[in-house]
């Protein structure tokens, strides 16, 4: 799948389907073992989430995924990128490295896990969101996960208490 999140052991589309849907399974096509891209894109157009890398050009320092061995050698244009968002107002990671790149380009605190911090693009007063990792190698159980998620869709307004 040329689109985000398309490895089956990457839990991002199970959290956002157990989150909207209440079913971790939603985005997946289980008999072809594989995640439905045209159903998440729909899906993204819908609520109105945007997916982009924060880095254009990376450098692996090993042979695995993790950020500790990931060198930035050219970070996205996120200004010129937002730019073109004029109604987006959060940016959210899901990672270390890409948590610092944003933070590094904003010049403003890198969250925690979980929460936010307060920037300004071009006067535009927007949130950094800090997302735990969606890759089962980050321990913690989906179900868990995914509440980080539900209260950043609800302080957004993306999602709705009801």
């Known amino acids: 799948m ?5 490895n089956r052991i990457n839990d991002m589309w ?3 389907g157990l989150i909207f849907f209440g079913n971790k399974h939603h ?9 439905d891209r045209e159903q998440i894109e729909a899906f993204c157009r819908e609520i109105g989430l945007a997916l982009y890398d924060t880095a254009t050009e990376v450098r692996r320092l ?3 995924a993790s950020d500790a061995f990931l060198e930035v050698v050219t ?7 937002l730019a073109r968002i ?17 933070a590094e380009t904003f010049g403003c605190e890198k969250p925690e896990v979980g929460g936010c911090v307060e920037f300004y693009c ?13 890759s089962r190698a980050y321990p913690l159980a989906i179900d868990r996960k ?17």
């Not at 040329?2 to 398309?6: A, G, S």
């Not at 004029?86 to 944003?102: D, F, I, M, Q, W």
């Not at 071009?122 to 969606?134: A, D, F, G």
């Open 2 to 6: 040329e689109f985000f999140y398309p």
């Open 14 to 16: 199970r959290i956002l």
């Open 27 to 35: 985005f997946e096509r289980l008999e072809e073992k594989r995640f």
């Open 62 to 64: 090993k042979d695995n």
């Open 75 to 81: 970070p996205t244009d996120l200004r010129a990128l």
């Open 86 to 102: 004029p109604h987006c107002r959060a940016v959210v990671t899901t990672g270390e490295k890409a948590s610092l790149v944003v």
């Open 122 to 134: 071009e006067n535009r007063p927007m949130r950094l969101w800090r997302m735990p990792s969606s």
């Open 146 to 162: 995914a509440d980080h998620y539900r209260h950043l869709f609800l302080a957004e307004g993306i999602l709705s208490s009801e």
